[in-house]
């Protein structure tokens, strides 16, 4: 059984980037599809951005041209490249390796500031 850990987060200026990294054990990585959530304060769980074991991707509208997300499976870690920051994006960002039922990070908080 997968087991997902997030770190990177911190607090960042408006216009800044951070790079998220997601770090699996207990199970190989390349044969998960692996994605990124945040939730912000008062909303509810949103998708980010996510990557197929094939290495497709795809993006929430709202961060697209701006968030790269990548795999390393050889590293057995994923990444999620977070540049020209809003206030908006600020929230605890979740890793998931495998779907919903999947596992789950427990979160890392990423605060932009204005």
């Known amino acids: 059984q997968v087991h997902v850990v997030e770190s990177g987060g911190g607090l960042v200026q408006s216009g800044g980037s951070l790079r998220l990294s997601c770090a699996a054990s207990?199970?190989?990585?390349?044969?998960?599809?692996m994605g990124w959530y945040r939730r912000a304060p008062g909303k509810q769980r949103e998708v980010v951005a996510t990557i197929t074991s094939g290495g497709i991707t795809n993006y929430g509208d709202s961060v697209k041209g701006r968030f790269t997300i990548s795999r390393d499976n050889a590293k057995n870690t994923a990444y999620l490249q977070m540049n020209s920051l809003k206030p908006e994006d600020t929230a605890v960002y979740y890793c998931?390796?495998?779907?919903?039922?999947?596992?789950w990070g427990q979160g890392t908080q990423v605060t932009v500031s204005s």
């Open positions: 207990g199970s190989t990585l390349s044969i998960y599809d």
């Open positions: 998931n390796a495998g779907g919903r039922m999947g596992a």
